[in-house]
């Protein structure tokens, strides 16, 4: 079994900043890309950004130059750093993660989701 544990949501004025945390554990190979997503009320869940075991980050076009992804190998961890939040930026934020298990299988594992409210 693989788990992620995220912290760090919360509610924030517009303008103001929040930091994401998610921390794998289990019983696995490998972790290889991990990622954030969001989904706000009504809408489909949405890619926020990603990052690979290297450290190659994409990011949706709408929070490029706000948001920041960043990981800890060795902790197996992952981070968003979010700046100069929107009240459209209020969502639950899920970590994603690909997982190689023990086996060599590969395994796509989600949090729980932090909700983050942005108020205008």
């Known amino acids: 079994q693989v788990q992620l544990v995220e912290s760090g949501g919360g509610l924030v004025q517009a303008g103001g900043s929040l930091r994401l945390s998610c921390a794998a554990s289990g019983r696995f190979f490998r972790i290889n890309d991990m990622g954030w997503y969001r989904q706000a009320p009504g809408k489909q869940r949405e890619l926020v950004a990603r990052i690979t075991s290297g450290g190659s980050t994409n990011y949706a076009e709408s929070v490029k130059g706000r948001f920041t992804i960043s990981r800890d190998n060795a902790k197996i961890t992952v981070y968003l750093q979010m700046n100069s939040l929107k009240p459209e930026d209020t969502a639950v934020y899920y970590c994603?993660?690909?997982?190689?298990?023990?086996?060599?299988?590969?395994?796509?594992?989600w949090g729980q989701g932090t909700l983050v409210t942005v108020s205008s």
């Open positions: 994603n993660a690909q997982a190689i298990r023990v086996n060599l299988a590969s395994l796509e594992v």
